[in-house]
């Protein structure tokens, strides 16, 4: 009996300690494949019968997912096979006014799907890729563009019909002769009379032709220029376009060393901040009178506006008054009603100050305003676009219109009356909507929005005039919503801070109880504990609220070190209660905890989710109050949890590499070690659609770039610096960190490491580059804050 007793215990002490092991983190577990974890459903695709709900879903942690679905009447998911995957229709298209049919492209053919039956029609069958897919207006043909024009093609009886006919490198009519050519030539005609001959048959067969010639389309001659936005109007009396010049910068190259060829390879990337942009002109072709007009941008109120920093160079203020010049924008595809009697554009400033929503008059081009909104630093936040548009812009009616704007100093929605010429706000407050849909009747307008704290996000509707709020989701977290096409049901992609993202189904109601549908976490996961980091905050020395995760050791080790994450993107928001896109840093927080750490994740000046002046406040000086933000967590550890404030480490990736340099260059004695990974060290050399917003251009502003980038700063580098670098990154170029290093060399630093991958892009992807990057960070922090 004892033996038997004691083999038990023996055997349950085996199985606690197996169990503590499954349980205990390490670098290596964390930085596997994360198929370990689980993987998540995305993907979330309603069939345009409301019905089914299809996914992408891993469960059985294959080498990938696989397209799985479920009915509102069967929650349990199924898998498709090969055969039904490649027969699903496509989910994007467009519905007709009955709802009972949608146009859609699927590998550049168009099909038509009868919804109540499921089965669909294909009414191309080419080579070359037919896109764009619309109804006309009475629904009696398809519209759609292949190569540089647009057809119609009748539901009735098949006929094809080519609308546009755009060319390029038309042959070039004849040189004039000159008075010796012509001269000779008459001589001919005078001397011979089979020439005369000739010459009259010719003119007779010409005639006959064009006698005998089908109506065509006006050619219009596009030469070389990126034809863009082909549309026809509801009304059929309209093709609006664009036409755009490429700019002609320089294309920065990436050198691949462990090319399969064995030989190096270079990868062409992008070009970089200030470098020549792509200018476009719009137009409109009017097809009843062949005409071609183009929309005229010189009437834009404030066309010629300067922006507030030029008054910082005196020379280059006094030389842009005088030249006087209209600002390059960029023109959106034009948006009509539904009649399609009125047109309205989004028109965005290329020096990314200005978004004028304006009507458009497409019978002679001319623009009338309807909003504007102007910002110093640059138009941005959800909803609002910037200068290359994406902008929530779109019709209630044939009178109104919809979009959002920042004039708050928040994104809300707000409507217009092109008629009454009234504006109104329908949504306010502290908090931003961050999606927006209109419902198909069009009387209610569905949003998410961080109305109750900046990291949680639920689902709203409120009528398209205004008035009650009503809020659908009840999880508290993130939800991220599709709403099914009839708008009976919510299909809701649902995280918590230490939970994936998962599955669920509600009903469209007030109330309603969300259903789980899938389980995505394995077992291994789920035996580790995973922290709910405390939310806190704490005002910043300008006296600016800021929010944070902290993570706090159970068993704080008695050198009492900690560590500042810092996101990357810049405009970013990772404080939230929702599961992490940083799914890895949130576990290796988890196990600096586990190993003594207290760790803190500031959502710092500039980041998403709290509004205008927070996103725009890093305006002209990155790495100023970003990096104070920083400075100042460190301080709140030291007062408030107890830290050492020599034992404090930073780091961070992109973004985040970039404040870490500028932390370990410029902020002597606050931070003992940092790492910065995949680094910008000179914003001069990153890429223009980004940094442009933020620093302007180098040429135009060079005191924002000279006071922002860490390469200016290296001399001041204190503490102990590990850099991790990928060698084929196409976003922040291995050049970056190769100039830094040459930097600190001819400075004689010696407190620094460089580590590379030669195949890794931006994001890592193999797990033995994770491992080892996580690793050296990790002993940076044991080296150097531990002691």
């Given at each position: ?51 089914t ?20 009447s ?16 496509s ?66 009886n098949?006929?094809?019909t ?9 042959d ?17 005609f ?37 034809l863009n ?9 309209y ?11 320089k ?11 064995g ?12 470098a ?20 005229n ?33 960029n ?6 009603n ?52 994406g902008?929530?812009?779109?019709w ?35 908090w931003e ?11 209610t ?37 599709s ?37 995505s976490?394995?077992?291994?996961f ?8 405390e ?9 600016t ?24 993107a810049?405009?970013l928001?990772?404080v ?32 998403a989710?709290y ?21 100042d967590?460190?301080?709140?550890l ?31 004695g ?6 910065g ?18 620093l ?11 006071q922002?980038?860490p ?31 040459q ?16 195949i ?19 002993k ?8």
């Open positions: 009996m004892k033996k038997y007793l004691l083999a038990i215990s023996f055997f349950a002490i085996i199985a606690i300690s197996q169990a503590q092991e499954l349980g205990k983190l390490t670098v290596d577990k964390i930085m596997r494949n994360p198929v370990w974890m689980g993987t998540s459903p995305t993907e979330i695709q309603w069939s345009a019968d409301s019905k709900i299809y996914f992408q879903w891993n469960p059985e942690a294959e080498g990938k997912s696989s397209t799985y679905f479920i009915t509102t069967n929650l349990n998911p199924q898998k498709l096979n090969k055969q039904q995957e490649k027969n699903l229709p989910f994007t298209g467009v519905l007709n006014k009955a709802k009972n049919q949608k146009l859609y492209e699927k590998n550049g053919d168009i099909f038509l799907l009868d919804i109540k039956s499921g089965k669909s029609k294909q009414l191309t069958n080419t080579i070359d890729r037919e896109t764009g897919v619309a109804f006309n207006n009475d629904e009696t043909a398809v519209i759609y563009q292949k190569g540089d024009n647009l057809y119609q093609q009748s539901l009735l098949g006929e094809l080519q609308l546009s006919n755009f060319t390029r490198n038309r070039k009519p004849e040189p004039k002769l000159n008075d010796q050519e012509k001269w000779l030539k008459d001589e001919q005078s001397l011979f009379d089979i020439l005369k001959k000739e010459k009259k048959e010719e003119l007779e067969n010409t005639l006959e032709t064009n006698f005998k010639k089908v109506k065509r389309p006006k050619q219009i001659n596009i030469d070389e220029a990126l936005g082909l549309q026809l109007s509801p009304n059929g009396d093709i609006t376009y664009r036409l755009i010049k490429r700019g002609e910068g294309i920065a190259n990436v050198p691949d060393f462990v090319d399969s060829t030989f190096t390879t270079s990868i062409s990337t992008r070009t970089k901040v200030g020549p942009q792509s200018t476009s002109v719009s137009y409109i072709y009017d097809i009843k009178k062949e005409t071609v007009i183009k929309i941008t010189t009437t834009i109120p404030g066309i010629k506006d300067l922006p507030d920093y030029v008054k910082d160079y005196p020379a280059q203020l006094a030389e842009r008054q005088k030249k006087n010049t209209d600002r390059a924008v023109i959106g595809i034009p948006i009509w539904q009649k399609g009697t009125k047109a309205v554009v989004a028109i965005y400033s290329q020096d990314n100050k200005d978004r004028w929503i304006m009507e458009l008059n497409p019978q002679n081009g001319t623009l009338t305003l309807l909003d504007r909104q102007r910002d110093e630093a640059w138009i941005g936040g959800p909803g609002v676009g910037g200068s290359y548009g902008g929530n812009l779109d209630i009616d044939d009178e109104t219109i919809y979009f959002q704007s920042e004039a708050s100093g928040y994104s809300h929605i707000y409507t217009f009356n092109t008629q009454t010429k009234t504006k109104k706000q329908i949504t306010s407050g502290n909507v961050q999606s927006l849909d209109l419902s198909a009747d069009k009387k307008f569905y949003f998410t929005a961080n109305i109750a704290h900046p990291g949680i996000i639920h689902f709203y509707k409120i009528p398209v005039s205004g008035g009650n709020l009503i809020r659908l989701t009840s999880m508290k977290g993130a939800n991220e919503v709403l099914s096409p009839d708008e009976k049901y919510l299909a809701i992609r649902y995280s918590y801070s230490n939970k994936p993202w998962e599955l669920y189904l509600q009903a469209n109601k007030d109330g309603a109880k969300a259903q789980k549908i899938t389980h976490t394995t077992k291994e789920e035996s580790y504990p995973w922290r709910d980091p939310m806190i905050t704490f005002n910043n020395r300008y006296g609220k800021i929010y944070a995760r902290l993570y706090q050791a159970s068993n704080p080790d008695a050198a009492k070190p900690a560590v500042i994450f810092v996101h990357g810049g405009y928001q990772n939230d209660y929702k599961w992490s896109d940083y799914f890895r840093e949130y576990m290796f927080h988890n196990f600096l905890a586990d190993n003594g750490y207290t760790v803190l994740d500031i959502d710092y000046t500039g980041s989710g509004g205008r002046d927070f996103r725009t406040g890093i305006y002209r000086h990155m790495g100023g109050k970003d990096l104070t933000d920083q400075v967590g460190a301080k709140l030291t007062e408030k949890y107890g830290i050492d404030p020599k034992h404090i480490g930073i780091y961070g990736g992109s973004y985040g590499g970039f404040i870490t340099l500028m932390a370990m260059f410029t902020q002597p606050v931070f003992a070690a940092g790492a990974l995949r680094s910008v060290t000179d914003w001069a050399h990153y890429n223009h659609g980004y940094t442009s917003n933020i302007n251009e180098p040429y135009n502003d060079e005191k924002a770039y000279q922002s980038s390469i200016n700063f290296a001399d001041g580098l204190k503490g102990h610096l590990l850099m991790c670098h990928g060698m084929l990154d196409l976003n922040v170029h291995f050049q970056d960190i190769v100039r830094l290093s930097r600190l060399i001819e400075l004689k630093k010696d407190n620094w490491q460089l580590a590379v991958y030669p890794e892009n931006h994001g890592f992807v193999e797990p033995t580059s994770w491992r080892d990057e996580y690793s050296r960070i990790y940076l922090f044991e080296e150097n804050l531990k002691n």
